[in-house]
């Protein structure tokens, strides 16, 4: 790599724990189609003080990992390759030096810790130049040019789910399966998403909480407290929701009032008052899906395949509920991203004063920081109080990771993730709550409470995994919930998907069993 800047940084002591201060370099240059950002501790030796071994640890922090005490991996240096498309996407590994940013701060200590406590250095190649939010293409160019081509480039991958999971079918990344150190079984990594990328007992990425993206793409309910409390004080929305009664029928209810011609002038328009906003063609149909369980395909024990099974009973109360939710009462208003920039000014009437509720991912709370009145978050609604348990799918763009085939050193790039994604469990998730809760996450129970039963109502669905592959059928409700029309034929348009996606479906099984 042609570096050709070198920043001098001081230390921090890590998080948990009080090391000794030694000093780090950061280097950034070009790199092909990204830049490396190149992170070396000079000696990799840690001092542990007497404060540190007996401090007492509650809660994420006290949650321990299986590594032993004395893995040592011999100064190696991880080579990683990931997106630059944004904050969000960056700061899942770069964090070049402490700022007083809550968020870059635990990752800047994360990073230390990791390196110190095993040995390792971190080189981590961005793809892209950040100007886009689709670059996980450039991501999947640079595997095609290097790992595809038999160059052994890079050691780890983390990429836009949605993007590059095809790249399994490519036999781009090895199998993850039985790795050693990789302890799937413990609470950061996800376990929907590995039951579900898991095929004929072979893994070849993972997802867990070294993504920030998945705990920030997880999508809940934001609801503005001082309409809360002007109509509907009496009611505890957290309360409902722990006693499993917040449901679409529950969110109908309160949003059938809020409408308000707020600038007198007869008519619906943007200046009113709505019980939420709606992006027309976006994430939003994702959101309301997910919360409801909606299952887009099912597994056959008997055969090994997965089947389009989206047209069910489930489905079709679903679209019902839905179209009253969205098109009685003017309780919504509809915008595009043309109107409003994508995830930039989306949540501007949650800011006014004039929504009661918006469904986003969790990252909108950084459109909410310079919001005045308090707002609240809450999961997706269920589908009825029938279900049992809350569920959400998380933005398809989540980085998940995988290791290329031409990687030379897997057994020592595998204890290496389970390390970050264990830090990032007890460390970085916490720092990213109390950002979004706007207080100490261990501060507030029940704020906190209803960020766990989001975050840890995660669900994956198969089709939902391999989208982009069959045809971007399980978005298909992002357009379908925007008309009454689109919802009345919603269960003849999916029945009239089950055909074509069932022979791509058998496809990705069938490539799965002529993978190595």
């Known amino acids: 790599m042609n570096h050709t800047t070198r920043n001098h940084i001081r230390r921090a002591s890590v998080l948990l724990a009080l090391l000794a201060c030694v000093p780090a370099v950061i280097a950034c240059g070009d790199a092909g189609d990204g830049k490396t950002v190149e992170t070396k501790t000079a000696d990799n030796t840690a001092a542990v003080t007497d404060a540190a071994e007996t401090e007492e640890l509650t809660g994420r922090a006290a949650v ?52 110190e406590r095993l040995n390792v250095q ?27 081509a038999g160059e052994d480039a890079y050691d780890l991958v983390g990429n836009h789910m949605s993007q590059i999971t095809p790249y399994i079918l490519k036999g781009a990344f090895l199998d993850m399966h039985d790795l050693p150190y990789l302890d799937w079984e413990q609470p950061w990594w996800n376990q929907s998403y590995n039951a579900h990328i898991t095929l004929d007992g072979k893994q070849y990425m993972c997802a867990g909480e070294l993504a920030q993206t998945m705990i920030s793409g997880t999508y809940v309910t934001f609801f503005n407290k001082k309409l809360w409390a002007e109509n509907w004080g009496d009611d505890n929305l957290y309360e409902i929701v722990q006693n499993g009664e917040w449901t679409l029928d529950k969110m109908k209810m309160y949003c059938d009032v809020m409408y308000s011609d707020l600038n007198g002038n007869g008519q619906v328009d943007e200046d009113d008052r709505f019980g939420f906003v709606y992006m027309e063609s976006q994430i939003q149909g994702d959101a309301f899906a ?39 009462n003017n309780n919504v208003w509809y915008t595009t991203e043309t109107e409003r920039k994508f995830s930039v000014d989306f949540m501007y009437k949650m800011l006014d004063d004039t929504v009661l509720f918006m469904p986003h991912m969790l990252s909108g709370t950084d459109q909410l920081r310079e919001m005045k009145s308090d707002y609240g978050i809450v999961p997706m609604p269920k589908l009825d109080e029938n279900q049992e348990d809350y569920t959400t799918f998380v933005h398809n763009g989540f980085t998940v990771f995988a290791i290329p085939t031409t990687c030379q050193k897997a057994e020592t790039v595998a204890p ?45 669905d198969f089709g939902y995994l391999y989208n982009q592959y069959i045809s971007a059928n399980t978005a298909l409700f992002r357009s379908m919930l925007n008309t009454t029309s689109n919802i009345d034929k919603g269960m003849s348009t999916i029945a009239s998907k089950e055909k074509a996606t069932n022979k791509l479906l058998a496809k990705i099984v069938d490539t799965y069993g002529e993978l190595e």
């Not at 635990?106 to 230390?112: G, K, M």
């Not at 395909?297 to 939710?325: I, P």
């Not at 979004?436 to 960020?451: G, I, P, Q, T, W």
């Open 64 to 115: 321990k990992d299986n590594l032993p005490d004395d893995l040592d991996l011999g100064g190696e240096t991880i080579r990683i390759l990931t997106r630059a498309d944004d904050r969000d996407t960056r700061i899942e590994f770069i964090a070049e030096e402490e700022t007083g940013d809550i968020i870059e701060d635990a990752v800047y200590n994360r990073n230390l810790a990791v390196m």
């Open 122 to 148: 971190m080189e981590v190649i961005e793809a892209g130049t950040g100007a886009t939010r689709h670059e996980g293409a450039v991501v999947n160019g640079l595997i095609d040019k290097s790992v595809l």
């Open 290 to 328: 997910g919360g409801a369980n909606v299952t887009f395909t099912t597994y056959d024990e008997s055969d090994g395949y997965y089947y389009w099974t989206l047209e069910n009973e489930h489905t079709a109360t679903f679209l019902s509920k839905m179209k009253s939710l969205m098109h009685e």
């Open 416 to 460: 290496f993730l389970e390390a970050m994604c264990a830090e990032s469990y007890r460390s970085v998730t916490p720092a990213y709550y109390d950002v979004a809760l706007k207080v100490k996450y261990a501060r507030d129970e029940e704020a906190a409470a209803m960020l766990d039963i989001a975050t840890q109502s995660i669900v994956f």
